[in-house]
């Protein structure tokens, strides 16, 4: 028993080194994002999905549900690292609750490290993946809406 709690007090003294080394690279909201995302999980029978892949090798999924032109659920999967994971988070939330056309207008890189307070430069390429997930997601939408009946033969 003892055992178990040694090992418990190291991995939680052993994450709370990693986050405070973290903290000389990252914003606190690009942690919390990482830590606790927003928008995470597929979303049933998405009216718009896009899988895309980054030049890092990170995969990004984005789900979305329209209605009456409005996005109004905007999930994403991921399995990359944590700032992939606060881009994706934030570029759900940046289209949730938009107009289709105000999404298109408004999900770029910039407006995802904007609002995440930027990242290291090693890092940038993850909004471009995020930004691009949610384009595609919105273009699959509006291929599917001229095509409705494509949307039931997804795989």
């Avoid at 909201?29 to 896009?50: Q, S, T």
């Amino acid at each position: 028993m003892s055992e178990n709690k040694d090992l418990d007090e190291f991995s939680r003294k052993l994450q709370e080194q990693i986050i405070e080394q973290y903290r000389n690279y990252y914003t606190d909201k690009v942690i919390e994002l990482w830590k606790n995302p927003k928008h995470m999980g597929e979303l049933p029978h998405p009216d718009g999905h896009a899988k895309v892949k980054g030049s890092c090798g990170d995969t990004m999924e984005i789900f979305i549900k329209v209605k009456d032109d409005i996005i109004t659920e905007s999930t994403f999967t991921s399995d990359g690292c944590g700032a992939t994971i606060a881009c994706g988070s934030t570029a759900a939330d940046l289209v949730k609750g938009k107009t289709f056309t105000k999404a298109l207008g408004l999900v770029n890189a910039k407006q995802v490290l904007k609002r995440l307070g930027g990242l290291p430069k090693e890092h940038l390429h993850c909004a471009d993946l995020a930004s691009e997930a949610v384009r595609r997601a919105l273009a699959d939408y509006l291929y599917h809406k001229k095509n409705s009946w494509k949307k039931h033969y997804r795989k």
